[in-house]
C-alpha cells in the first residue's frame, strides 16, 4: 500500500480484475519463494547428508589406515625379532664351530708335539748312544746341540704351522745327521792315514833293521 502511494497510484482506480491478478501475481511469487526456499533446505540438507557421508568415509579410511600401519608394525615386529633370533642362532653357532675347531687344533696340536717329542727324544738318545767315550767330545757336543738349538714357540700354531714346524725339524736333523755322518767319515779317513803312516813307519823301521848284520854280538 505504501509502495502504490509513493508511486501515484490509486487503489480505488483498480478494477475487480485488476485486484484478482495482483493477487495472483503475489501468491506465484509467494509459491515461487517457497519452492525456492524448499529447493534450497534440500538441497543444504543434502549437501549435508553428503559431507556427513563423506565424513563417515574419512573416519573408516583413518581408521582401515590406522589398522593397517598397526598391522605393519606388527609385521615388521615380528620380522625383526625373527631376524634377530637367526643372528643369535647364527652367532652361537659360529662360536661352537670356533670352539669345536680350537679344542680340534689343540687336541691335535697336542698329538703332534708328542709325536713330535717321541721321534726326536728318540733321536737323542740315539745321538747320545752314538757320541765318542771321551768327555771332552761329549761336551762338545753337548755345546754345539745347544748352541744350535732353538726354543719352540709352536703355541700359537695351528695343524698347518705344527705340520709346517715338524718339517722344518725333520731336514734339520737331516742335515745334521748327514754332517754328522760326513765328521765320522772324515774323522775315519784321517784315523785311517795315521795307522796307515804308523804302518809305513813300523815297516821301513823294520826293514832297515833286517839289512843289517851281527859281528862280534852287535848290528853294522
Same mark, same amino acid.
Not at 99 to 114: G, H, N, P, W
Not at 115 to 141: C, D, I, P, S, Y
Not at 157 to 163: A, I, V
Not at 196 to 220: E, I, T
Given at each position: 500500500?505504501?509502495? /502504490?502511494?509513493?508511486?501515484?497510484?490509486? @487503489?480505488?482506480?483498480?478494477?475487480?480484475?485488476? #485486484?484478482? #491478478?495482483?493477487?495472483?501475481?503475489?501468491?506465484?511469487?509467494?509459491?515461487?519463494?517457497?519452492? +525456492? %526456499?524448499? /529447493?534450497? =533446505?534440500?538441497? $543444504?540438507?543434502?549437501?549435508?547428508?553428503?559431507?556427513?557421508?563423506?565424513? =563417515?568415509? !574419512?573416519?573408516?579410511? =583413518?581408521?582401515?589406515?590406522?589398522?593397517?600401519?598397526?598391522?605393519?608394525?606388527?609385521?615388521? &615386529?615380528?620380522?625383526?625379532?625373527?631376524?634377530?633370533?637367526? =643372528?643369535?642362532?647364527?652367532?652361537?653357532?659360529?662360536?661352537? +664351530?670356533?670352539?669345536?675347531?680350537? &679344542?680340534?687344533?689343540?687336541?691335535?696340536?697336542?698329538?703332534? !708335539?708328542?709325536?713330535?717329542?717321541?721321534?726326536?727324544?728318540?733321536?737323542? &738318545?740315539?745321538?747320545?748312544?752314538?757320541?765318542?767315550?771321551?768327555? /771332552?767330545?761329549?761336551?762338545?757336543? *753337548?755345546? /754345539?746341540?745347544? +748352541?744350535?738349538? *732353538? @726354543?719352540?714357540?709352536?703355541? $700359537?700354531?695351528? +695343524?698347518?704351522? %705344527?705340520?709346517?714346524?715338524?718339517?722344518?725339524?725333520?731336514?734339520?736333523?737331516?742335515? %745334521?745327521?748327514?754332517?754328522?755322518?760326513?765328521?765320522?767319515?772324515?774323522?775315519?779317513?784321517?784315523?785311517?792315514?795315521?795307522?796307515?803312516?804308523?804302518?809305513?813307519?813300523?815297516?821301513?823301521?823294520?826293514?832297515?833293521?833286517?839289512?843289517?848284520?851281527?859281528?862280534?854280538?852287535?848290528?853294522?
Amino acid at each position: 500500500v505504501s509502495n /502504490t502511494r509513493n508511486h501515484g497510484f490509486d @487503489p480505488s482506480a483498480i478494477s475487480y480484475y485488476g #485486484s484478482t #491478478s495482483l493477487q495472483d501475481i503475489h501468491r506465484k511469487r509467494m509459491e515461487k519463494d517457497l519452492v +525456492e %526456499l524448499q /529447493t534450497l =533446505i534440500d538441497v $543444504h540438507f543434502e549437501q549435508r547428508k553428503k559431507d556427513e557421508e563423506e565424513l =563417515i568415509g !574419512l573416519k573408516e579410511r =583413518i581408521e582401515n589406515r590406522r589398522a593397517e600401519r598397526a598391522e605393519q608394525q606388527r609385521v615388521r &615386529a615380528e620380522k625383526e625379532r625373527d631376524r634377530q633370533t637367526r =643372528i643369535a642362532e647364527e652367532r652361537q653357532r659360529k662360536e661352537d +664351530e670356533e670352539a669345536k675347531k680350537r &679344542a680340534d687344533d689343540e687336541a691335535k696340536k697336542k698329538k703332534v !708335539l708328542s709325536n713330535m717329542g717321541a721321534h726326536f727324544g728318540g733321536f737323542l &738318545a740315539k745321538a747320545e748312544q752314538k757320541r765318542g767315550k771321551r768327555q /771332552t767330545a761329549r761336551e762338545v757336543k *753337548k755345546k /754345539t746341540l745347544a +748352541e744350535r738349538r *732353538k @726354543p719352540l714357540t709352536i703355541e $700359537h700354531l695351528r +695343524e698347518d704351522g %705344527l705340520r709346517e714346524r715338524a718339517k722344518e725339524m725333520w731336514e734339520r736333523m737331516y742335515q %745334521l745327521e748327514s754332517e754328522k755322518f760326513d765328521l765320522m767319515e772324515k774323522m775315519k779317513r784321517q784315523k785311517y792315514e795315521v795307522c796307515m803312516g804308523k804302518s809305513f813307519h813300523v815297516f821301513f823301521c823294520s826293514k832297515k833293521g833286517h839289512g843289517k848284520g851281527k859281528v862280534g854280538g852287535r848290528w853294522k
